[in-house]
């Protein structure tokens, strides 16, 4: 997948931005619309409740752990194939713990190094089967072939009746409010990017592959109608990776954030984009 501007989360180690990475991770499950996304799309899998959960490339665990908070009774298994973004998960997993002490009490959080495209590193139990598996915002950086195995791999760790979940964004529908449209287009590039026939709804031929019946698919509208931190960050980037390519010129970049900072402050700012849980179950 090709979208200037949108950091590569495939190499986070190699290229030293775990750390950022991490940040922007953290920023985005702070927004109100994470919380709303959740709700919508996640919590209608945890019922009835599975007894153990597994996230594929994790990134910070804000997911699992909010997965462990819902399951007092669970085990959540939470990977990612990066250390840095790892190590950034047991802060904020500890961090986390140490504020809810003596609050209810949350399932338990396993945290585990796990490059998903090689099977046999698996970090867990190998025997150790699944109620429910979820992966978010993952597929775009794998090819059609990786994704295809990945499926394939996920479906044969389900426990009878386990799920297995996408959650990703549909590329196709991010918009931001911005009166001179010509401007917000060449920011934006959406036709010059690189997308592939396994992105979003393009997974559910490969649940059925994988002996999976689909289940239908939900979505959910993420919004940000407040400037936040990590939406700030992400219209910064794409607006300096338009300028890089040539696309805007230096006053263009320099009247898009001022233009943005005005839009926020009378309250008109807005950015949008649509996620899909695309999800299949094992058969009865």
């Known amino acids: 997948m090709k979208i200037e501007g949108i950091p590569h989360y495939r190499d986070l180690d190699l290229s030293g931005e775990a750390r950022a990475a991490a940040e922007r991770l953290e920023d985005r499950a702070r927004e109100a619309a994470s919380d709303s996304m959740f709700d919508e799309l996640v919590v209608p899998l945890l019922e009835p409740p599975p007894a153990n959960v597994l996230e594929v490339g994790c990134g910070t665990a804000a997911l699992s752990r909010r997965i462990a908070r819902l399951l007092p009774g669970a085990t959540v298994h939470a990977t990612d194939k990066s250390e840095g973004m790892l190590a950034a998960a047991r802060e904020y997993a500890e961090s986390e713990a140490r504020a809810n002490a003596g609050a209810n009490a949350s399932g338990k959080l396993i945290l585990g190094r796990w490059d998903a495209l090689d099977a046999g590193s698996f970090p867990f139990e190998p025997g150790l089967r699944f109620g429910l598996i979820l992966s978010s915002v993952v597929v775009p950086y794998l090819d059609d072939g990786q994704t295809a195995a990945l499926v394939r791999d996920l479906a044969s760790r389900l426990a009878p009746g386990g799920v297995l979940a996408f959650i990703e964004q549909d590329l196709q529908t991010d918009a931001v409010n ?45 919004t940000d109608d407040g400037y936040g931190p990590y939406t700030r960050e992400l219209l910064g980037r794409l607006a300096d990776a338009a300028l890089e390519a040539g696309r805007i010129t230096a006053a263009e970049c320099e009247e898009w954030g001022i233009g943005l900072e005005a839009l926020a402050d009378s309250g008109d700012f807005y950015y949008g984009l649509v996620y ?9």
């Open 276 to 284: 899909h849980r695309v999800a299949g179950r094992v058969p009865a």
């Open 178 to 222: 911005f009166p001179r449209f010509d401007l917000a287009r060449r920011v934006l590039d959406k036709d010059g990017r690189d997308l592939k026939t396994t992105l979003t709804l393009g997974v559910r031929p490969l649940l059925r592959e994988a002996g999976l019946e689909p289940l239908p698919r939900r979505s959910f509208l993420w």
